[in-house]
């Protein structure tokens, strides 16, 4: 006849949990300093381990638990739970040969710059060497940035297209300005003709070259004038390239 065994009680599982505390010390699953049965990882553990209904197994009907028994039961499981960890670590170790640190610059409609600088430890590399390493390579990055900012180089500038008289291709008669925006980018469209519904996309640049301030555009800007659009390989409006404002604002 198979033996029965009873629920462990809130005390026994109190007692139990100081015992298993003290054996997740000793395998390094929690610090030294760690008092409280209640910690997270601790919990953790003894769920792992299998929690109150694997230490009824401890409880035989009719007796009290045996204590001491399940915590050096938890504390060989610990053990060989340890060996597995170790083992799995050899076996993924990495070995660090190159660091790099990177900076993300936005600029905004211009895109964005990264500054990046690349290193080689000749040694191995302990956490405090490869903090000091890191440390350098971010200053590296760092003094790369304010060169950019206190001589920033001279970028070649695509000059605006300008239509010239009587250059229909591609034109159509704009009425409006839209601006719309998601995930705190704007975005602008020149509607009227036969692009009244959806519009052609237009970048701020176009428009300061044209004389229309994109930073005073909220919602639509009512403005009547003719635009030069380029066209996608389906022969569906790309971009507006070219913009004459028409006499008469809207």
């Known amino acids: 006849m198979s033996q029965l065994f009873m629920p462990i009680t809130g005390d026994e599982k109190r007692a139990l949990l100081s ?50 028994d399940a915590a050096v039961n938890f504390l060989d499981w610990c053990k060989a739970k340890s060996g597995e960890l170790e083992n799995r670590l050899k076996a993924v170790k990495i070995e660090i040969t190159d660091m790099t640190v990177s900076m993300h610059v936005p600029l905004g409609q211009r895109g964005f710059m990264v500054f990046a600088a690349t290193g080689r430890p000749e040694v191995s590399p302990d956490d405090e060497q490869m903090k000091e390493f890191y440390g350098l390579l971010t200053n590296k990055v760092i003094l790369g940035y304010e060169e950019y900012i206190n001589h920033p180089p001279r970028l070649p500038v695509k000059k605006s297209y300008h239509p010239q008289s009587g250059d229909t291709a591609s034109t159509f008669e704009f009425t409006s300005i839209v601006c719309k925006s998601e995930g705190g ?66």
Not at 42 to 62: C, E, I, R, T, V
Not at 211 to 228: C, L, S, Y
């Open 19 to 68: 015992q298993c505390l003290i054996a997740a010390k000793q395998t390094g699953f929690i610090p030294s300093d760690v008092t409280d049965i209640h910690n997270d990882r601790l919990l953790q553990l003894y769920k792992q381990w299998g929690g109150d209904k694997w230490a009824s197994n401890f409880k035989p009907m009719g007796t009290e638990m045996h204590v001491e």
């Open 185 to 250: 980018k704007k975005s602008f469209f020149m509607k009227g003709g036969k692009f009244v519904k959806y519009g052609v996309r237009v970048w701020p640049s176009v428009l300061s070259a044209a004389g229309i301030d994109p930073d005073q555009i909220a919602a639509e800007k009512f403005i009547a004038g003719k635009a030069v659009y380029t066209t996608k390989a389906t022969g569906d409006p790309d971009l507006v390239i070219g913009i004459t404002v028409g006499a008469n604002n809207l």
